[in-house]
Structures are given as structure tokens and as C-alpha cells.
């Protein structure tokens, strides 16, 4: 298990930008896939973007088109999520993910581990 504490979260404006952190302790973050998931009131959590351990596979879920960028610093045990040109749409609870398989780490199901979820707020 790994433990992980989201942070980076707030109120923005439409058009704006946020990067969400999320710091890993426990076992070895070098060789754990991570996510990032978001849930709006009402709605299901869905996938975000994943990455690999490595940080040189990442994928999107189809709504990011090229706004959002998942990255990783293995040295401070942590993932990032730039979000840029954030809409209404956007706003939810965003949640770090952790997995041993990279496959696994973008199923909401299958999730070894979860962060406890930051806010992200864009108002129009």
C-alpha cells in the first residue's frame, strides 16, 4: 500500500489554470503506476490521465484534449496534473491514484490505492 496526499486545489476562473499535486509515502513510488480520477456531484468518478512508473506512457481520458498533462517526479515522490483552460465543466472532487500495474491504475475499480481528494472549482 502507498499513502497519498492530494493538494493544489481551489476556486478559479473559466480560462484558467491549476496544478494539482500528490504526494506518495510508503513503498517504492518509482515502481507504481498513478492516475489522477474526478467526481462532480451527482456523477461517477471518472478516469483523468494515467502515467507509467517511469513517466514515459501517459494517457488521457478523450474529454482532456490537450489540456491537461500528467507528469511525475520519482525523486520527491510525486505526480502532478497541470490543468490548463479549465471550464465549468471541470469542477469535482479530483483524486490521486496508485497502482502496481499500469492497466489497473486507470480502472476506477481496480484501484490499489486512493488519495482522499481535492476540490477543483471553475466558475464561469
Known amino acids: 500500500q502507498v499513502q497519498l496526499v492530494e493538494s493544489g486545489g481551489g476556486l478559479v476562473q473559466a480560462g484558467g489554470s491549476l496544478r494539482l499535486s500528490c504526494a506518495a509515502s510508503?513503498?517504492?513510488?518509482?515502481?507504481?503506476?498513478m492516475g489522477w480520477f474526478r467526481q462532480a456531484p451527482g456523477k461517477e468518478r471518472e478516469f483523468v490521465a494515467r502515467?507509467?512508473?517511469?513517466?514515459?506512457?501517459?494517457y488521457y481520458g478523450d474529454f482532456v484534449k490537450g489540456r491537461f498533462t500528467i507528469s511525475r517526479d520519482n525523486a520527491k515522490n510525486t505526480v502532478y496534473l497541470q490543468m490548463n483552460n479549465l471550464k465549468p465543466e471541470d469542477t469535482a472532487v479530483y483524486y490521486c491514484?496508485?497502482?502496481?500495474?499500469?492497466?489497473?491504475?486507470?480502472?476506477?475499480?481496480?484501484?490499489?490505492?486512493w488519495g482522499q481528494g481535492t476540490q477543483v472549482t471553475v466558475s464561469s
Open positions: 491514484a496508485a497502482d502496481e500495474s499500469f492497466v489497473r491504475v486507470g480502472v476506477v475499480s481496480s484501484v490499489g490505492s
Open positions: 510508503g513503498r517504492t513510488f518509482a515502481s507504481y503506476a
Open positions: 502515467i507509467n512508473p517511469s513517466g514515459g506512457s501517459t
